[in-house]
T-cell receptor, first 110, second 114 residues
Framework: GESVGLHLPTLSVQEGDNSIINCAYS??????FIWYKQESGKGPQFIID?????DKRQGQRVTVLLNKTVKHLSLQIAATQPGDSAVYFC?????????FGTGTRLTIIP | NAGVMQNPRHLVRRRGQEARLRCSPM?????VYWYRQLPEEGLKFMVY????????ESGMPKERFSAEFPKEGPSILRIQQVVRGDSAAYFC????????????FGSGTRLTVV
């Protein structure tokens, strides 16, 4: 079946630096993508989303880039803070349900 | 608005027992979705329900698992005769529209089968 995958399972970033988390998806019919943050013992928390008719979307300290040609999604976090430590998931959808990637664990180095 | 409420937060069951997980959607949301997360993995879709109806159960195991969302009360995910492999975090999400727009997840129930 279709799946969403991530390039890197772990990422360590110096506090204050920018983080980039990547995601590859395989379902070309997907038209909506979401990045979630999951802290230990908690449910997924919405960060930012993007529709397939867009290439880039910015939020507060976060930017999502979508490259439909190579089916690639990325999440950029500016000026990474200790509170950004978590597992980040990309998810894609074409209807009422989400297909999640495995996740990338982001660790902030003080 | 208390958000999506799941209980219990932690549940321990012996092999062969039954597990019942409850989910109360956000106020005004009539669409409920259940996902399972194994350790170090992403969430996997299990089932989508509206009040009194199962809309999509394509992710549900064929045996031992069932879900309901009655007219009154929370949605229930029921696992009969639990096995060690059922140990996971089970998350519920609700939506006002039946699409992923406005999806909100609960904090999950961590099921441990001993």
């Amino acid at each position: 079946g279709e799946s969403v995958g991530l390039h890197l399972p772990t990422l360590s970033v110096q506090e204050g630096d920018n983080s980039i988390i990547n995601c590859a998806y395989s379902n070309s019919a997907s038209d909506y993508f979401i990045w979630y943050k999951q802290e230990s013992g908690k449910g997924p928390q919405f960060i930012i989303d993007i529709r397939s008719n867009m290439d880039k979307r910015q939020g507060q300290r976060v930017t999502v880039l979508l490259n439909k040609t190579v089916k690639h999604l990325s999440l950029q976090i500016a000026a990474t803070q200790p509170g950004d430590s978590a597992v980040y998931f990309c998810a894609e959808s074409g209807n009422e349900k989400l297909t999640f990637g495995t996740g990338t664990r982001l660790t902030i180095i003080p | 608005n208390a958000g999506v409420m799941q209980n219990p937060r932690h549940l321990v069951r012996r092999r062969g027992q039954e597990a019942r997980l409850r989910c109360s959607p956000m106020k005004g949301h009539s669409h409920v979705y259940w996902y399972r997360q194994l350790p170090e993995e992403g969430l996997k879709f299990m089932v989508y329900l509206q009040k009194e109806n199962i809309i999509d159960e394509s992710g549900m195991p064929k045996e031992r698992f069932s879900a309901e969302f009655p007219k009154e009360g929370p949605s229930i995910l029921r696992i009969q005769q639990v096995v060690r492999g059922d140990s996971a975090a089970y998350f519920c999400a609700s939506s006002p529209t039946g699409t992923v727009y406005g999806y909100t997840f609960g904090s999950g129930t961590r099921l441990t089968v001993v």
